[in-house]
């Protein structure tokens, strides 16, 4: 069993070139799907829930495709929160690392000093619990946007396998 990751990751391989695998999800986009929007580019795929049903926490799909010399096509996919989600919680996290790079710093000046040790820990203590809980966001929010990660890959699967 595989720890859970911040963002999901999958890798299959078709026996189709990447253009056919990209007109057929083209395709799919333009028939007429209540959940899924995207664009598609020759090597990239960009699935995401439609504005109606779309929360904050609602997923972003992006799919790589990589010819193989056989003939072959490999799918990498990964799950990942709006961009703008993901680079607010890449900063908050950056935050509670400078802080807490500061916390202790303040906690190691204060015991070389033989200052207030219990006010310095505490404020390390609290950055490194704040460092936690936001990290522990991105899988609170990828198990509530988990059904929405199901339909942007079956979408996937099926534009894909679908002749």
Do not use: C, K
């Not at 990239?44 to 439609?50: G, N, Y």
């Amino acid at each position: 069993m595989s720890r859970p990751r911040a963002r999901p990751r999958f890798t299959f391989e078709l026996p189709l070139p990447a253009d056919d695998l990209s007109a057929r999800v083209r395709a799919a986009l333009t028939a007429q799907n209540a959940l899924v929007e995207g664009s598609v580019h020759p090597r990239t795929i960009t699935l995401w829930v439609t504005p109606g049903h779309r929360h904050f926490w609602s997923p972003h799909l992006d799919a790589q495709l990589t010819e193989l010399p056989d003939g072959r096509t490999r799918v990498d996919g990964v799950f990942a929160p709006h961009p703008q989600i993901w680079t607010a919680f890449i900063g908050v996290q950056m935050l509670f690392v400078l802080l807490s790079i500061g916390a202790g710093i303040f906690l190691i000046s204060q015991l070389t000093l033989d200052g207030n040790v219990t006010l310095a820990s505490l404020t390390l203590l609290a950055m490194l619990v704040g460092g936690g809980l936001s990290y522990g966001a991105a899988y609170i929010g990828q198990g509530i946007g988990s059904e929405q990660m199901y339909e942007l890959r079956s979408f996937l699967d099926a534009a894909l396998r679908e002749p």
